[in-house]
């Protein structure tokens, strides 16, 4: 009998290396691979140019009328507003903060929990993000949390920056880095922390490749299990 398809779900703090590392999974079980993360960005952009990030009850309005379409390209993920490409433009240092602030409202991520649960359906998926294992998909395969040293993820952030042609200087990297798990984690909606039956992996002191293959045994295992 065929198996049922498998989900894993990658939730932590900001630059742990999720969307590195889940993407490689995704590749190396020739699953799905799915960034959530993209999404809240996509509709922080949004709210970003109508100058209402901190407008709660204009956000909880606004969510039920854009269009974030996530479509995949030549097998990467790309994100639209309408049918406006903003893949690039969501990675702008201050669309991180605009995406944090916007996923605090319950409205916001109603609807995107709801977008991601359809994308997924009957697939093979890995998921990243922040609520994965214990709102989007409860009943994933295996659960991974991510994490790693504020510190080494503020120099890992500096790193991606630099090579996109966007640096920022370390301190401010990571005292954003700071504030933005401040906010993700103490919101009252679906606050960033592990889901029960997650298994943790601090990827700290860890090769991007020697993380990928501890997540891919511990999949491997998970799958064969279920
Ligand atoms: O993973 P990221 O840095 O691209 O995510 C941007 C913001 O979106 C993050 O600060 C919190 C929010 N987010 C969320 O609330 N839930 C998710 N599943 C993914 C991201």
């Not at 990675?91 to 916001?108: D, G, I, K």
């Amino acid at each position: 009998m065929p198996k049922k398809p498998f989900s894993i779900a990658i939730d932590g703090p900001a630059g742990a290396g999720k969307s590195t590392m889940a993407k490689a999974l995704a590749k190396s079980l020739n699953a799905m691979y799915l960034d959530t993360g993209a999404m809240y960005r996509a509709f922080g952009l949004y709210m970003l140019r109508k100058n209402a990030v901190n407008n709660t009850a204009e956000v909880a309005r606004c969510v039920e009328d854009v269009e974030v379409n996530v479509r995949f390209i030549d097998g990467a993920q790309r994100l639209f507003l309408g049918e406006e490409d903003v893949t690039q433009a969501i990675r702008e240092p201050e669309v991180s903060m605009a995406a944090s602030t916007v996923s605090a409202v319950p409205e916001v991520r109603e609807r995107m929990v709801a977008l991601q649960r359809k994308i997924a359906e009957g697939q093979n998926v890995v998921m990243d993000g922040r609520d994965i294992g214990t709102k989007v998909l409860p009943n994933a395969t295996l659960k991974i949390y991510l994490t790693a040293s504020a510190e080494e993820r503020a120099r890992r952030r500096c790193r991606e920056l630099e090579e996109k042609g966007m640096p920022e200087p370390y301190e401010q990297v990571l005292k954003d880095m700071i504030r933005r798990d401040y906010q993700d984690t103490h919101r009252a909606a679906s606050p960033l922390q592990p889901a029960e039956d997650s298994v943790h992996v601090d990827s700290s002191k860890l090769s991007i490749d020697e993380t990928v293959e501890l997540m891919k045994k511990l999949a491997l295992e998970a799958i064969e299990r279920a």
